[in-house]
């Protein structure tokens, strides 16, 4: 019932206009103190998130300064890994906080949709989290709740860290200062599920465990009860990540081994530490796989150039460098005794490779109906240029000016998230105008939400390739902004959509 009466208030504030400014439009997430929405700030004419405190919530004078100790904690920070608070208030006895809207999917979403992360974007993503970390270290910050549901990948495929709400400032309350558990327990270090004291380490731990789950595609322990996995944090060993993950280097593997230490002092003794390794395993895994995945490509170009050295120069953890010699040693061994040499690394996919598109969808938003000729989607991607998908006919060159709605598109999914250089549409006539969107979740349901135009094309013709913006991503928008003029009215055929890397 409890939950019901959240939804249902939660649901009764869309549209509610908080402080003359944030128009709450959609709800994007709730969680046990607060609900966050989708809002427009009418003043600078963007789309923000909005944090608002649970009414029952905001009776408590604890529970208000713990949400008032994240707006002041996070609004501290300016780092591109962490997401930017800009406003906090309160309106009508609802305490908020205005965040930077962040058009994407959440870390935790994007493992149960894909599975074990690509290694080397694994090790990148645990980079980006690292780097937001040390940024809220920087000013005595502790996150204490590091877990893949409080990253976010955005749509340029950058991990920014978020919900800094149970945040502990170690200046106000002390390094040795006890208390509840708060953490998720998945993600609990040994000493805050003991209830003791934490410091950074503690997010060195959670970020570990990211880290492995990020490589394996599950967490590292599962029991009955929160209390249950708690106390495997505290009693079992880690397990072996390249047991369940034989492809991940040595170095990587002790990087997991370290920041899960049970013992604080055996742990990285502070992010900077752990960074360095992180970013020198990054250069083996790409070396391995022969080329980079996504944001890894980003990330490596960011790693400053005096550590980019070969690894026997590089300033390896020393269980590291030990594990990774004795690998070297025990190949060479085998290449000796056996005449066999090891498989080389797959290559990456070439550029120009088409890309597959396994679905396609109308895109309608509100004021229209939802659909739009939706059972000759199909035909847009049957391999056959003479059937098609076609729009609704209307009375005027845009949908606009015909019937008040912005547009009209067609949405097509890959089978796999993929980076796009170019879109080629085939389609019954020329003169038409669209512009194309990409998102990695989703997809979207309205035009905000896609974010800005990876490419635009103002003058169709019947076979035409557009430039795409690289971008990794699993949905494209097609959306047409300007319809072509047929003998009925119009409209727009697209005969068939293709994709290449």
Not at 190 to 197: K, Y
Not at 198 to 206: L, N
């Amino acid at each position: 019932m409890a939950d019901e009466a959240t939804t249902g208030l939660a649901s009764s504030l869309i549209g509610t206009v908080l402080s003359g400014r944030y128009r709450l439009e959609s709800k994007l997430g709730s969680g046990g103190m607060s609900t966050v929405y989708l809002a427009r700030d009418s003043t600078l004419e963007r789309w923000v998130a909005v944090k608002v405190m649970h009414r029952e919530m905001s009776d408590q004078p604890d529970q208000i300064e713990r949400f008032r100790r994240e707006a002041r904690a996070v609004a501290q920070l300016s780092h591109p890994n962490v997401v930017a608070v800009i406003d906090a208030g309160e309106d009508g006895g609802h305490p908020y906080i205005v965040f930077e809207y962040v058009d994407g999917e959440t870390l935790k979403q994007r493992i149960e949709r894909v599975g074990p992360l690509p290694v080397d974007e694994a090790t990148a993503y645990a980079i980006e989290i690292g780097r937001g970390l040390s940024a809220a270290h920087a000013r005595r910050l502790v996150h204490r709740d590091v877990k893949p549901q409080n990253v976010l990948i955005d749509s340029e495929g950058r991990a920014k860290v978020t919900d800094f709400g149970i945040a502990r400032s170690l200046e106000a309350d002390g390094l040795t200062q006890t208390g509840r558990v708060l953490g998720t327990t998945d993600y609990v270090s040994p000493e805050q599920a003991m209830g003791r004291g934490v410091d950074a380490r503690t997010d060195i731990y959670a970020l570990g465990v990211l880290l492995y789950e990020m490589l394996t595609g599950e967490v590292p322990f599962t029991a009955e009860t929160v209390v249950g996995v708690a106390m495997k944090h505290v009693n079992e060993p880690m397990p072996d990540v390249q047991k369940k993950r034989p492809e991940v280097s040595s170095a990587l593997a002790a990087v997991v081994e370290r920041a899960t230490a049970k013992e604080p002092k055996t742990r990285y003794p502070d992010m900077a530490s752990c960074l360095a390794d992180l970013e020198a395993a990054l250069e083996v895994e790409v070396a391995r796989a022969g080329g980079a995945h996504g944001e890894a490509t980003t990330v490596l170009d960011t790693v400053p150039k005096k550590r980019r050295k070969i690894l026997t120069t590089r300033r390896v953890s020393a269980a590291g460098v030990f594990i990774v010699l004795a690998a070297t040693a025990a190949a060479l061994l085998i290449t000796a005794l056996t005449g066999k040499k090891e498989s080389p690394a797959p290559a990456p996919a070439p550029t120009g490779a088409p890309i597959e598109i396994t679905g396609t969808q109308s895109f309608d938003p509100s004021p229209g109906d939802g659909q739009e000729n939706d059972d000759q989607l199909k035909l847009a991607i049957d391999g056959n240029p003479g059937t098609g998908w076609t729009t609704e006919t209307y009375q005027a060159p845009t949908t606009a000016a015909a019937v008040g709605k912005p547009g009209v598109g067609m949405i097509v999914t890959t089978a796999q998230p993929a980076v796009a250089r170019t879109m080629r549409i085939r389609s019954e006539v020329n003169g038409w105008s669209t512009q194309i969107y990409a998102s990695a979740s989703g997809p979207p349901t309205t035009l905000q939400g896609w974010g800005k135009p990876i490419g635009d094309q103002p003058d169709m013709q019947t076979d035409s390739e557009i430039e795409l913006s690289p971008r990794t991503a699993k949905y494209y928008l097609i959306w047409i902004t300007k319809l072509a003029s047929t003998p009925t009215g119009y409209n727009v055929q697209i005969n068939e959509v293709g994709l290449k890397s």
